[in-house]
């Protein structure tokens, strides 16, 4: 049985935020809560798990791994993007072991069971015995391969994995109706506008810088010389997200004064607004008048994540050869940027050795975005409810 994390640490998260500790360290270090987060926290919430422009186009295949399970992000021949455990019916052998063009069936490498990008079960060879291909027994409709409840919005393909949550645009009310000016999906922009970090950390502790504003004048100095903290408010929306905006944006230009296109219908508001939110569990998001990003944060280990980061644009000229110069010096731009908060993600993650240390305190003007994350992190141990 999954050992379960202290409820009375827990439960010390859950007060006022002038009085509440953080976590405590075992969220970060031990590999008991790790394993319990897989089922507590991601399993039972829409997770973010890859981008919809990682498969290549229609009749792929792409095989993945979250939390310990194996997954297929399949597109049917019209495009359809569907979400699988990636393995066959019969034995439970790995259907697929590298990205893939499939033309026609998905085969399995073991006994040659085949299903389509729809996961229904096609052929099953010699399955009543040589040369019959046919058995009673063998209900091809009924083993098909088991789908994953998924959905898409802004570009990243989330799942449901134990079918539980409430549906997505439920689930998410709140946020789709915030950004509801950004109506139109994003438009990814390839190789030059995207990139991984792969940071000696907990994924929550990325989750926590990201959240707020408070060290962006000792962090990132060159942001800081122009969108000051006084420039930044609190953005909370209770067991949903949390994060921070800033209402000081500054366009990139290039040397001949060209901006990236808006999107279309933006209130005015936007004009020198952007918003970041932590959108949970494990989805970071930041969106501007004239392009988006997207974090997926992936748990390697207790002290182990991986950042993929992809950028996107709103209008289709943008991705084209005469803005390639200006979305590569955008990119080089974001990493340094999230580069600069892997010394102090990683100087965290070494800080929660120290047994002493009993979760930390928070400011309450400052850390409420952070202390509400906790707040739902330590939630998801201390309830099943759903509300």
Request: glycine content about 6%; proline content about 6%.
């Amino acid at each position: 049985m999954t050992q379960q994390p202290d409820v009375d640490a827990l439960g010390d998260v859950m007060t006022g935020i002038a009085h509440a500790k953080g976590l405590p360290n075992a969220a970060y270090t031990s590999a008991a809560h790790f394993e319990a987060e897989a089922q507590q926290v991601f399993a039972r919430n829409w997770t973010a798990i890859a981008f919809a422009h990682d498969l290549a186009g229609p009749s792929h295949a792409l095989p993945l791994e979250f939390m310990g399970q194996p997954l297929l992000l399949a597109s049917d021949q019209t495009g359809e993007i569907r979400v699988f455990q990636n393995v066959c019916r019969h034995r439970g052998m790995i259907l697929v072991d590298a990205p893939k063009h499939v033309p026609g069936a998905l085969r399995c490498p073991y006994h040659s069971w085949c299903y389509d990008l729809t996961g229904k079960l096609r052929a099953t060879p010699h399955v009543g015995g040589p040369g019959h291909n046919c058995h009673e027994a063998i209900d091809h409709n009924a083993l098909g391969l088991i789908e994953i409840r998924s959905h898409i919005w802004r570009g990243v393909v989330f799942i449901n994995l134990d079918g539980t949550a409430e549906p997505f645009e439920a689930a998410n009310e709140t946020l789709l109706d915030r950004w509801s000016d950004f109506h139109a999906p994003p438009l990814p922009a390839g190789d030059d506008a995207q990139f991984e970090l792969d940071i000696a950390t907990n994924w929550k502790l990325a989750v926590e810088n990201y959240c707020e504003s408070y060290h962006l004048p000792w962090v990132h100095p060159a942001l800081n010389s122009y969108s000051r903290l006084e420039d930044h408010y609190n953005i909370e929306a209770d067991g949903e997200f949390s994060g921070q905006g800033t209402l000081v944006y500054r366009q990139l230009k290039d040397d001949a004064g060209r901006t990236f296109a808006d999107a279309d219908g933006l209130h005015d508001t936007w004009d020198e607004a952007a918003e970041y939110i932590a959108v949970y569990p494990n989805l970071l998001l930041g969106v501007h008048r004239d392009h988006s990003f997207a974090i997926i944060l992936q748990p390697r280990a207790p002290n182990r994540t991986t950042e993929r980061v992809a950028i996107f644009y709103h209008q289709p000229e943008m991705l084209g050869a005469d803005f390639a110069d200006m979305r590569r010096e955008n990119t080089a731009l974001w990493k340094t940027v999230f580069e600069e908060d892997i010394s102090v993600v990683e100087g965290m993650q070494r800080g929660r050795s120290a047994s002493h240390f009993d979760g930390g305190r928070f400011s309450p003007v400052m850390d409420a975005p952070t202390h509400m994350f906790h707040r739902w992190v330590a939630s998801q141990f201390l309830t099943d409810e759903r509300d």
